[in-house]
């Protein structure tokens, strides 16, 4: 499953401590996973009761370390309040997959694994230990988003709808998909088995059986996300290729004087695609997360602080 660094403007786990949460992320996936699948093959169905959640022995190292900060007596209220909010957050970081579940087949399992994994990605990708950011309820059920999380190996990254802010003004991206060797810049057109004929005009024209409408051209997106992050990255010293792909998972294109740093990918060639990302074997790289930075560096992020995190600024 792909990891969700950055999700529209919320703020992320991954943009505070990018050399921590990919690789914990992988080994939390990794182990919960074998766990649950165990209980199962064992029919130890009332396993989801119990949570189960990976031991790391360093939590209560650095709660004393923050701890230590203080000078404490047992009796201090606000202190104590300030530790239960630390501990809560930290335990946030934990996959707990003591969800109930009902699968007949591993297949089932998995599924129902990976949903959960998606609403845990929601929740790193919206909040820290400190701060959090109103999530709105569509993104729960987006299947794109879904899609893109649910079919990639671990070692993809993905920015879905960031925000970026440049020059103090935000620019809205679509999708970002960051693997170790490439970026790229999906603009997407949607409408099922609608036959698009593509132009460098403003407007494309869009035909579904006998009626034809107009569409925005997906172009100007396409080329709005290559051009940023290209100047992002050659300000960053980040050498990765870009690119710029128009997509119709569902329906058709047809643009016969495409450009040449333009990709289309619709109903006949967006799945041997797909399959080729899906089955990439690399692990994350260091250009990677050079790049997954810049573009954390750049993105606009709109947070409020934890209620039980607030006594500390009195």
């Not at 809205?172 to 698009?196: K, R, S």
């Not at 100007?220 to 051009?227: F, I, L, T």
């Amino acid at each position: 499953m792909a990891q969700l660094i950055k999700l529209q403007d919320y703020i992320s786990r991954y943009e505070t401590d990018l050399s921590r949460y990919p690789s914990q992320y992988i080994r939390l996936k990794k182990q919960q996973w074998e766990k649950i699948k165990v209980a199962w093959e064992m029919g130890e169905l009332d396993v989801h009761k119990q949570p189960i959640v990976e031991e790391v022995p360093e939590k209560r190292s650095v709660f004393n370390k923050i701890k230590q900060i203080f000078n404490r007596d047992e009796d201090d209220f606000l202190n104590r309040e300030y530790e239960e909010a630390l501990l809560r957050g930290m335990n946030e970081e934990e996959l707990d997959v003591s969800f109930s579940f009902n699968a007949n087949t591993e297949l089932e399992l998995k599924q129902q694994f990976l949903d959960h994994l998606l609403k845990f990605q929601i929740k790193w990708a919206s909040s820290t230990i400190a701060e959090k950011s109103f999530v709105d309820s569509r993104y729960y059920e987006d299947l794109r988003l879904k899609h893109f999380l649910q079919s990639f190996p671990d070692h993809t990254l993905l920015l879905y709808e960031p925000v970026f802010l440049l020059k103090k003004a935000p620019v809205e991206f679509e999708l970002l998909l960051l693997t170790p060797t490439d970026i790229w810049c999906l603009a997407f057109l949607e409408e099922e088995d609608a036959v698009y004929i593509g132009s460098n005009d403003h407007f494309w024209s869009m035909k579904i059986g006998d009626r034809e409408t107009k569409v925005l051209s997906p172009m100007m997106s396409a080329n709005r996300m290559g051009k940023i992050v290209k100047q992002l990255f050659t300000l960053a010293g980040v050498d990765l290729p870009i690119h710029k792909v128009i997509v119709s998972r569902t329906g058709f294109i047809d643009y016969p004087d495409v450009p040449s740093d333009l990709q289309f990918l619709d109903k006949r060639s967006y799945e041997e695609w797909f399959q080729k990302i899906r089955h990439a074997h690399s692990p994350v790289k260091r250009m990677q997360m050079q790049a997954a930075k810049v573009l954390l560096d750049y993105c606009q992020t709109t947070s409020f602080r934890r209620p039980e995190w607030e006594h500390d600024r009195l």
